[in-house]
C-alpha cells in the first residue's frame, strides 16, 4: 500500500478525476496520523473496479453518482477494496463479482484491528457471486486471473486488446519493503511470472494509481524479489534471525517504523523476510524490528 507522511493541505484530500483513455479514474487519501494512503478507483464501459473504502464513502459516492455502473468486480476482500459493496448493492442493486473462494467470507462483517478501523472504516457483510472466467461489457472483455500472494484469494483483470491490466493491491511498487503478515511472498513471484506471460502495458493499480510500462515495473519486481530471496536465504542459513535480517535489510527506511508501529506489526519487514526464508507467523508478534 503506497503511503506518504507529509500534512498536506485540505484541498488536496478532496476527490480528484481525471481519464486515461476510457477508463474513468478517481484519487481521493485516506489518513492516520501523518501517514496518508491514495486510493484509486476505476470505471470503464459499465465496470467498476473495487469499491473503495466506507471512510471515504462520501467522497466516493459522489463520483459515482456519475457514472452508470452495471457491475463490480472486487480484486480481494481487504475493506478499503470493497467496504462500500453493501451499500451500492442495497441502494442500486448492482451485482458485485469475487473470488469464488471469498463468497462465504464477504456475506460475514470483516473483523479487523483497530488501526484498519481507524484508516478505513468496517466492512459490512455483502452478496457477491462467484466471478466467471471473463467479465463482459459492451465494449470489452476482461479476463480474470487469479494472482495469489498478498491474498490468497487476489484476482487481476486483463483486458488484452487494450492491454490493460487491473492489478488491486498485486503490485503497489517495483521495491516492496513491507508485507501483511499472512502474505506469501513466494506465491506472488510464481503470480508475477505467470502475469509477465500476458501482452499488457498500463497497470491500474489501487494505491498507485495509472503506471505506464507496467510490464517493464513488473518485470523489475520480480527481480527484486528474486534477488531479495536469495540475500535472505543467505543470511537465514548464516544463522541470522528474522528481526536482523530485517534490520541489515531495510533500517534505513524511515517509513517502514510509523507503519509497523501502527499496524501492531501485521504490516511490517519482518513478516517479508519470514515468507522468503520459508518461516510462517508463530501468535501475535508485535515486536519492531
Request: aromatic share 8%; with cysteine.
Amino acid at each position: 500500500m503506497g503511503t506518504d507522511r507529509s500534512r498536506g493541505t485540505r484541498e488536496e484530500y478532496k476527490l480528484r478525476t481525471f481519464q486515461h483513455e476510457d477508463v474513468q479514474c478517481a484519487r481521493v487519501i485516506a489518513r492516520l496520523l501523518f501517514v496518508k494512503i491514495p486510493v484509486y478507483l476505476f470505471f470503464v464501459d459499465g465496470l467498476l473496479v473495487d469499491t473503495g473504502p466506507s471512510a471515504l464513502a462520501s467522497e466516493i459516492l459522489s463520483f459515482y453518482k456519475s457514472l452508470d455502473i452495471k457491475q463490480v468486480a472486487i480484486t480481494h476482500l481487504h475493506e478499503d477494496h470493497c467496504g462500500l459493496a453493501a451499500r451500492l448493492i442495497e441502494e442500486h442493486g448492482i451485482p458485485v463479482f469475487t473470488h469464488p473462494d471469498s463468497v462465504s467470507e464477504a456475506a460475514k462483517d470483516a473483523k479487523l484491528p483497530l488501526y484498519r478501523r481507524l484508516i478505513w472504516k468496517e466492512r459490512a457483510a455483502f452478496d457477491a457471486t462467484a466471478i466467471p472466467d471473463v467479465l463482459e461489457t459492451p465494449n470489452h472483455r476482461f479476463n480474470v486471473i487469479r494472482v495469489p500472494g498478498h491474498t490468497s484469494s487476489h484476482l487481476a483483470f486483463h483486458e488484452p486488446e487494450r492491454g490493460w491490466l487491473f492489478t488491486g493491491d498485486f503490485f503497489l511498487t517495483s521495491r516492496p519493503i513491507l508485507t501483511f503478515r499472512d502474505e506469501d511472498v513466494p506465491a506472488t513471484m510464481e503470480s508475477l511470472i505467470r502475469l509477465l506471460e500476458l501482452d499488457f502495458d498500463v497497470l491500474f493499480c489501487s494505491h498507485s494509481g495509472v503506471i505506464n510500462r507496467g510490464k517493464v515495473l513488473m518485470e523489475g519486481k520480480l527481480r527484486y524479489l528474486e534477488e531479495l530471496h536469495g540475500r535472505i536465504l543467505e543470511m537465514t542459513d548464516k544463522g541470522m534471525s528474522e528481526r536482523k535480517i530485517a534490520k541489515a535489510l531495510f533500517s534505513s527506511n524511515r517509513k517502514r517504523t510509523l507503519i509497523q508501529l501502527l499496524s501492531g506489526g501485521e504490516w511490517s519487514s519482518r513478516n517479508m523476510v519470514r515468507s522468503l526464508s520459508g518461516r510462517k507467523p508463530t501468535g501475535s508478534e508485535v515486536r519492531i524490528s
